[in-house]
């Protein structure tokens, strides 16, 4: 059975569905649609930024494990993207690969460790709780963690406590603490 075009109507993706004769050749044609669907518009090198965001994020919900190990690299190359919003869909996008594939965790130490030296409020949530679940599943990432992160944590912790006001925060020219 043949992935169905981009052009082809519901209607026709549900006869193909019910002319399967098993549950098995029924998951495969959804599979097969759900893929061709899926790579019809994910785009990890588009130039506009929300058609890699969105891509991002079809990829992070509906990436099978096999698809998860093909683009890890790919969206892994995307956390040293210059746009803050890009850096947080692809670390969420790796947040969900690694729970997919949780073999891929060792590779993903060192980048993370340069995402927690960004500015950007957003971007440090996500990489801490990247860091979280790759110290879950690793061992050797804690450590690797402790050694390399533990200063850069508590200057950031300490910066936030002790900067009364951050522009990031503010709300139509109010700080709302």
Do not use: W
């Not at 891509?55 to 993207?81: H, I, K, W, Y």
């Amino acid at each position: 059975m043949k992935p169905f075009s981009s052009g082809t109507r519901l209607r026709d993706i549900i006869r193909a569905i019910r002319a399967c004769k098993t549950a098995a050749e029924e998951r495969v044609a959804v599979r097969k649609e759900c893929a061709s669907s899926l790579l019809s518009f994910l785009d990890l090198n588009h130039t506009n930024q929300y058609i890699v965001g969105l891509a991002l994020c079809a990829l992070g919900n509906t990436c099978s494990v096999e698809m998860a190990r093909d683009l890890a690299p790919e969206v892994e190359r995307l956390l040293q993207f210059r746009d803050p919003n890009i850096q947080k869909k692809a670390t969420l996008c790796l947040i969900r690969i690694v729970k997919k594939v949780p073999n891929l965790a060792e590779n993903l130490v060192n980048p993370v460790v340069s995402l927690l030296k960004e500015k950007h409020h957003g971007v440090l949530l996500i990489a801490i709780q990247l860091c979280t679940d790759l110290c879950n599943l690793n061992e050797e990432a804690l450590e690797i963690f402790r050694k390399k992160c533990t200063e850069v944590l508590v200057k950031v912790l300490k910066d936030v406590v002790n900067n009364p006001y951050a522009p990031e925060y503010d709300v139509s020219g109010g700080n709302k603490n």
